[in-house]
T-cell receptor, first 113, second 113 residues
Framework: DAGVIQSPRHEVTEMGQEVTLRCKPI?????LFWYRQTMMRGLELLIY????????DSGMPEDRFSAKMPNASFSTLKIQPSEPRDSAVYFC???????????FGPGTRLTVT | GESVGLHLPTLSVQEGDNSIINCAYS??????FIWYKQESGKGPQFIID?????DKRQGQRVTVLLNKTVKHLSLQIAATQPGDSAVYFC????????????FGSGTQLTVLP
């Protein structure tokens, strides 16, 4: 199994630009989670999906952030417009319905200048 | 002004010694706990988990201890190796049937030669 796949691995963009992060969960997993990790705030849950349906988006910082899961094998996290304070590592994770164990992807390091 | 990041607890141990990493969890309703290891530049990786009906669980070179009375979790690593150098996170499931985990701030383990 390839594990959770995220792309791109690194993204550098200018303030005001739109950024789209992508995630392919492990096949057969029912849950998908998006996290943000910074030195200031540690690992924060942004949003999670169950069977492609958003369940809890209370961690999404503001309306500039949106996430979609059009099918069981693909999710996107979009930031529009991006700001320097969005610079962080964004992780996607997935899990089975029968387990709390989450499998993390390698992350996308986002730098907004 | 100067930004202040999270002050990660740090633990330095000599190679071959045993390591003990501690974690205080917050929610007395949590009934599932998990330890993750995060190496530099990578996503968190599962190490070991424990349910609240147990107070000890052993894996390969690792042992997790749970003290529900004081809401304390510890991870013991036997014969620590250089490859064990990483940030270690504990996580709890909180209450209800939701599948999200709440992560602690992490402990940086450094193995000295």
């Amino acid at each position: 199994d390839a594990g959770v796949i995220q792309s791109p691995r690194h993204e550098v963009t200018e303030m005001g630009q739109e950024v789209t992060l992508r995630c392919k969960p492990i096949s057969g997993h029912d849950y998908l989670f998006w996290y943000r990790q910074t030195m200031m705030r540690g690992l924060e849950l942004l949003i999670y999906f169950n069977n492609n349906v958003p369940i809890d988006d209370s961690g999404m910082p503001e309306d500039r952030f949106s996430a979609k899961m059009p099918n069981a094998s693909f999710s996107t996290l979009k930031i529009q417009p991006s700001e320097p304070r969005d610079s962080a590592v964004y992780f996607c994770a997935s899990s089975l319905d029968t387990s709390y164990e989450q499998y993390f992807g390698p992350g996308t390091r986002l730098t907004v200048t | 002004g100067e930004s202040v990041g999270l002050h990660l607890p740090t633990l330095s141990v000599q190679e071959g010694d045993n390591s003990i990493i501690n974690c205080a969890y917050s929610n007395s309703a949590s009934d599932y706990f998990i330890w993750y290891k995060q190496e530099s530049g990578k996503g968190p990786q599962f190490i070991i988990d424990i349910r609240s009906n147990m107070d000890k669980r052993q894996g390969q070179r690792v042992t997790v201890l749970l003290n529900k009375t004081v809401k304390h979790l510890s991870l013991q690593i036997a014969a620590t190796q250089p490859g064990d150098s990483a940030v270690y996170f504990c996580a709890e499931n909180g209450e209800g049937s939701a599948r999200q985990l709440t992560f602690g701030s992490g402990t940086q383990l450094t193995v000295l030669p």
